[in-house]
């Protein structure tokens, strides 16, 4: 592999410029360009196919020159086969894109619409796979001392030991040729007692004094069931069984509820002492005496480790335009294209000082606001396309799109093995300023991600709008598979979840008080909620929640007006830690939930779950694993008038349960959700061995003139097992006027 490669200098450039505008102008009559990179390329070469640059910086750089020599046209750079080492994240700014306005997308539609070309391409060339690459080589293995008093004895005579590269420090991540390997992680642990934000009560012998504390890490779920944090260890007092951490936790540090989810019983462990490195794969650092340890779990012929990577970064690639961050207008960077490359090897993005931490949370901490934890990250964009990519084995998140972000796309491609998110938007904080919107993530694989930090999503749209999400096909996920959110009030306190990001200079004064989860107090908020009008539609997602508790996969919480979810099939997430497939969580209102597959999941708590004012219409919630708590289709906390319920197929377990719940917080009396507030009709119900399931509901709704349509009957599907959710002749359902869902339409897309 090629060592690391910096910028060709200034003369080098002109030369190369110069070189390519001469050979553009005699071979090139349409005058489209393209240029060449490839890992056996040189810093003195011209570019073309023949004789390729050796650095995509370098390739760049050189397009940069042909510019200001007055090529305008689209320019195309083709990477090579092989992996491309990028030890510095390269920035393409307002130089690199399109000059002049786009046309804007009609603000009621949906999605990027028809973009524009790319006027610069990062693509594979022809059938090659190239692979840019955040990691660098470890060399010079040798066999540690079998004596070592801190290794296990099982680990004895089997780790190996090797210096940390040149120009790398501390990293977080640790790859071989097959992907991320494991750091060394001790058995778990309860706290004792519980702490304050940054001190843990841990039993004896769990956390000691480690020559490489500052390396430590504690690994907790902070006394919620929706979050972990990764915390650097500060201090610690063996003796009395406590220590500190060096950043500031979520929440205070405690025991989790009797009802979360673990897989162990535990809900922290510490990460990155040799006392824990006791499996083949696993790996230790310590950055003051500059070492990496590893117990090689594919290695060569002598044991030592082999085609070891280590991260130099975690953004690779950042397109950044031009951001007035105080102010309203930005200008961002337009018209580049990414095609068929795999991004890989990237570090994760630690959590370092309460300063960088503390009020820049975006919900319960799930991600940071404007931060660099993405591979790719486009922070400024505008008709930017993401296609046919892979983004896999990294510890941070796939893509993200910061602040403005207009027209883009991310489309086939694959998000497999991430240590964070799939794909982020995420707009400014609550307040005037709404700019990122009409965006577009179709037909994408997202897979295995959340592997480290397991709170993050698959795809998450925060205080973003507009945007379709479509086709996609998720699953794996540590905790939900989609978010659409602020969740963010604007008399937040500074340090408090996303207290930083609010923008109170453009909020209005009468809304900067204390607000109630409301419909009345969210409808004076909304125009400053801008996660609204997103269409979530025709995607599949099944295995999620995997690692956390009160997870879905589907949730939408705080944010504006208008999203819908439609036409999604949502099937075997089989985890005891899911509440709901679906769920409007804490003043959502204004949400069309319509023509969604449930089946075959473990919802202990409901099927849909609609803490507001939501429309829920010609849904199927059939072959529930388990009895929900509450309701099949559960309302809750707050008042519910005027909330649709139409069309609803709702097949029972065996075990019954009930159709709807109005469900209260603990001690609350007033306020309360009531099925009368709702509009409900023309329903479809379903017991398998109970006819007078639906007898009591029945009784009281028709008594208030609802429900007068809606049967109890076996709506006859074709074939559900298989996923054919159409209705066999004579089926009520046809009947009702309910709608057919197709499953072969949902998911990813052969011709999309």
Same mark, same amino acid.
């Given at each position: 592999?090629?060592?690391?490669?910096?910028?060709?200098?200034?003369?080098?450039?002109?030369?190369?410029?110069?070189?390519?505008?001469?050979?553009?102008?005699?071979?090139?009559?349409?005058?489209?360009?393209?240029?060449?990179?490839?890992?056996?390329?040189?810093?003195?070469?011209?570019?073309?196919?023949?004789?390729?640059?050796?650095?995509?910086?370098?390739?760049?750089?050189?397009?940069?020159?042909?510019?200001?020599?007055?090529?305008?046209?689209?320019?195309?750079?083709?990477?090579?086969?092989?992996?491309?080492?990028?030890?510095?994240?390269?920035?393409?700014?307002?130089?690199?894109?399109?000059?002049?306005?786009?046309?804007?997308?009609?603000?009621?539609?949906?999605?990027?619409?028809?973009?524009?070309?790319?006027?610069?391409?990062?693509?594979?060339?022809?059938?090659?796979?190239?692979?840019?690459?955040?990691?660098?080589?470890?060399?010079? $293995?040798?066999?540690?001392?079998?004596?070592?008093?801190?290794?296990?004895?099982?680990?004895?005579?089997?780790?190996?030991?090797?210096?940390?590269?040149?120009?790398?420090?501390?990293?977080?991540?640790?790859?071989?040729?097959?992907?991320?390997?494991?750091?060394?992680?001790?058995?778990?642990?309860?706290?004792?007692?519980?702490? %304050?934000?940054?001190?843990?009560?841990?039993?004896?012998?769990?956390?000691?004094?480690?020559?490489?504390?500052?390396?430590?890490?504690?690994?907790?779920?902070?006394?919620?069931?929706?979050?972990?944090?990764?915390?650097?260890?500060?201090?610690?007092?063996?003796?009395?069984?406590?220590?500190?951490?060096?950043?500031?936790?979520?929440?205070?540090?405690?025991?989790?509820?009797?009802?979360?989810?673990?897989?162990?019983?535990?809900?922290?462990?510490?990460?990155?002492?040799?006392?824990?490195?006791?499996?083949?794969?696993?790996?230790?650092?310590?950055?003051?005496?500059?070492?990496?340890?590893?117990?090689?779990?594919?290695?060569?012929?002598?044991?030592?480790?082999?085609?070891?990577?280590?991260?130099?970064?975690?953004?690779?690639?950042?397109?950044?335009?031009?951001? %007035?961050?105080?102010?309203?207008?930005?200008?961002?960077?337009?018209?580049?294209?990414?095609?068929?490359?795999?991004?890989?090897?990237?570090? @994760?993005?630690?959590?370092?000082?309460?300063?960088?931490?503390?009020?820049?949370?975006?919900?319960?901490?799930?991600?940071?606001?404007?931060?660099?934890?993405?591979?790719?990250?486009?922070?400024?964009?505008?008709?930017?396309?993401?296609?046919?990519?892979?983004?896999?084995?990294?510890?941070?998140?796939?893509?993200?799109?910061?602040?403005?972000?207009?027209?883009?796309?991310?489309?086939?491609?694959?998000?497999?093995?991430?240590?964070?998110?799939?794909?982020?938007?995420?707009?400014?904080?609550?307040?005037?300023? %709404?700019?990122?919107?009409?965006?577009?993530?179709?037909?994408?694989?997202?897979?295995?991600?959340?592997?480290?930090? $397991?709170?993050?999503?698959?795809?998450?749209?925060?205080?973003?709008?507009?945007?379709?999400?479509?086709?996609?096909?998720?699953?794996?996920?540590?905790?939900?598979?989609?978010?659409?959110?602020? @969740?963010?009030?604007?008399?937040?306190?500074?340090?408090?979840?996303?207290?930083?990001?609010?923008?109170?200079?453009?909020?209005?004064?009468?809304?900067?008080?204390?607000?109630?989860?409301?419909?009345?107090?969210?409808?004076? @908020?909304?125009?400053?909620?801008?996660?609204?009008?997103?269409?979530?539609?025709?995607?599949?997602?099944?295995?999620?929640?995997?690692?956390?508790?009160?997870?879905?996969?589907?949730?939408?919480?705080?944010?504006?007006?208008?999203?819908?979810?439609?036409?999604?099939?949502?099937?075997?997430?089989?985890?005891?830690?899911?509440?709901?497939?679906?769920?409007?969580?804490?003043?959502?209102?204004?949400?069309?939930?319509?023509?969604?597959?449930?089946?075959?999941?473990?919802?202990?708590?409901?099927?849909?779950?609609?803490?507001?004012?939501?429309?829920?219409?010609?849904?199927?919630?059939?072959?529930?694993?388990?009895?929900?708590? $509450?309701?099949?289709?559960?309302?809750?906390?707050?008042?519910?008038?005027?909330?649709?319920?139409?069309?609803?197929?709702?097949?029972?377990?065996?075990?019954?349960?009930?159709?709807?719940?109005?469900?209260?917080?603990?001690?609350?009396?007033?306020?309360?959700?009531?099925?009368?507030?709702?509009?409900?009709?023309?329903?479809?119900?379903?017991?398998?061995?109970?006819?007078?399931?639906?007898?009591?509901?029945?009784?009281?709704?028709?008594?208030?003139?609802?429900?007068?349509?809606?049967?109890?009957?076996?709506?006859?599907?074709?074939?559900?097992?298989?996923?054919?959710?159409?209705?066999?002749?004579?089926?009520?359902?046809?009947?009702?006027?309910?709608?057919?869902?197709?499953?072969?339409?949902?998911?990813?897309?052969?011709?999309?």
């Amino acid at each position: 592999m090629k060592t690391p490669l910096k910028f060709i200098k200034n003369t080098q450039v002109i030369a190369l410029g110069m070189l390519i505008l001469f050979t553009i102008s005699a071979c090139h009559t349409d005058r489209s360009t393209e240029l060449y990179v490839s890992v056996e390329g040189s810093e003195n070469a011209d570019g073309s196919l023949e004789d390729p640059f050796a650095s995509i910086h370098q390739a760049v750089a050189a397009v940069r020159e042909m510019r200001k020599n007055g090529i305008t046209e689209p320019v195309t750079i083709y990477l090579r086969e092989g992996r491309h080492q990028i030890t510095e994240t390269l920035v393409l700014g307002m130089e690199d894109g399109a000059d002049g306005p786009v046309e804007a997308v009609p603000f009621e539609e949906y999605g990027a619409g028809e973009l524009a070309p790319a006027h610069l391409t990062f693509a594979a060339y022809a059938d090659e796979k190239p692979v840019l690459s955040a990691g660098v080589p470890v060399d010079g $293995w040798t066999l540690m001392d079998s004596e070592a008093t801190d290794l296990p004895k099982t680990s004895e005579g089997k780790v190996w030991v090797a210096d940390i590269p040149e120009g790398l420090n501390k990293f977080y991540t640790l790859y071989n040729q097959e992907g991320r390997l494991k750091r060394a992680r001790a058995e778990g642990f309860v706290p004792t007692k519980p702490g %304050d934000k940054k001190t843990v009560y841990f039993p004896k012998g769990k956390i000691k004094n480690w020559d490489n504390l500052a390396d430590v890490e504690l690994n907790i779920r902070p006394g919620r069931a929706w979050m972990i944090n990764m915390l650097p260890l500060g201090s610690v007092d063996e003796e009395n069984g406590v220590a500190t951490t060096s950043v500031s936790a979520t929440y205070k540090i405690g025991k989790l509820a009797d009802w979360v989810h673990t897989k162990d019983g535990n809900s922290a462990w510490i990460e990155n002492t040799l006392e824990a490195l006791d499996e083949p794969g696993e790996w230790v650092i310590d950055s003051k005496k500059r070492k990496i340890y590893l117990w090689p779990k594919n290695p060569a012929a002598d044991g030592s480790p082999e085609g070891i990577l280590a991260p130099a970064i975690v953004e690779l690639v950042r397109v950044e335009g031009n951001i %007035d961050y105080e102010g309203s207008v930005d200008r961002p960077v337009r018209g580049i294209s990414f095609s068929g490359i795999t991004f890989s090897h990237a570090d @994760r993005r630690p959590w370092v000082n309460d300063d960088d931490q503390l009020g820049w949370g975006m919900q319960h901490d799930w991600d940071m606001f404007d931060r660099p934890t993405a591979m790719l990250r486009f922070r400024g964009a505008e008709n930017c396309v993401v296609s046919n990519c892979t983004f896999t084995n990294s510890g941070g998140t796939g893509v993200r799109f910061d602040l403005y972000a207009q027209r883009n796309k991310v489309e086939n491609s694959e998000f497999a093995h991430l240590g964070e998110a799939g794909i982020l938007l995420a707009g400014y904080g609550p307040g005037t300023k %709404d700019v990122n919107h009409h965006n577009e993530v179709i037909n994408n694989h997202i897979h295995h991600f959340s592997e480290i930090t $397991w709170h993050s999503p698959g795809v998450w749209a925060w205080q973003s709008g507009h945007n379709r999400i479509a086709n996609n096909y998720i699953h794996h996920s540590g905790y939900s598979a989609v978010l659409i959110t602020n @969740r963010i009030s604007p008399d937040r306190s500074l340090n408090g979840e996303g207290g930083r990001t609010v923008r109170r200079h453009e909020i209005d004064t009468t809304v900067m008080k204390p607000s109630n989860e409301h419909y009345a107090d969210w409808k004076m @908020r909304e125009k400053y909620n801008h996660s609204r009008h997103n269409l979530l539609e025709y995607n599949e997602i099944t295995h999620s929640v995997q690692l956390l508790s009160d997870g879905n996969c589907i949730y939408v919480s705080g944010a504006g007006t208008g999203n819908i979810v439609r036409y999604n099939y949502l099937h075997d997430n089989l985890e005891h830690s899911m509440p709901a497939p679906i769920r409007c969580d804490d003043d959502q209102h204004e949400t069309l939930i319509y023509g969604n597959i449930i089946y075959n999941n473990y919802a202990f708590s409901a099927g849909i779950a609609s803490k507001g004012v939501n429309d829920i219409v010609n849904n199927v919630i059939a072959a529930p694993r388990v009895a929900p708590r $509450w309701g099949y289709i559960s309302f809750e906390w707050v008042p519910v008038t005027g909330s649709k319920v139409f069309k609803n197929i709702i097949i029972s377990h065996p075990d019954g349960g009930n159709a709807y719940a109005e469900r209260a917080r603990r001690g609350q009396t007033t306020g309360l959700p009531d099925l009368i507030q709702t509009e409900m009709d023309s329903n479809l119900y379903y017991h398998p061995t109970d006819p007078n399931w639906m007898e009591a509901h029945f009784t009281r709704m028709r008594a208030a003139g609802k429900e007068e349509a809606s049967l109890f009957a076996d709506p006859m599907f074709k074939d559900p097992a298989n996923g054919d959710f159409g209705f066999k002749e004579g089926s009520p359902a046809l009947k009702l006027g309910i709608e057919p869902l197709n499953v072969s339409k949902m998911g990813i897309q052969s011709e999309n």
